[in-house]
């Protein structure tokens, strides 16, 4: 069985995976990604290491991948 996510229904499922989040570290840095921001740009914002930015993008990738979203 093939499943596809169109634009629309992807968005939807994002949003509402970002407005669930309850950390303000990990909102911020899922805004900063969604504009394109580099992982430097990232780390500088939120004032962690290269090795925390690891970890909270491991994070992201399966929570996004639990919320059904295809990275």
Not at 18 to 32: H, S, T
Not at 34 to 57: A, G, Y
Request: charged share 35%.
């Amino acid at each position: 069985m093939e499943r596809r996510q169109n634009n629309g229904e992807r968005c939807r499922i994002i949003q509402q995976f970002v407005m669930e989040i309850r950390d303000d570290k990990v909102r911020l840095a899922c805004w900063m990604y969604m504009r394109n921001c580099d992982d430097r740009d990232v780390r500088k914002q939120l004032n962690i290491t290269p090795k925390q930015l690891e970890m909270l993008k491991l994070q992201l990738a399966i929570d996004l991948r639990k919320a059904g979203i295809r990275l």
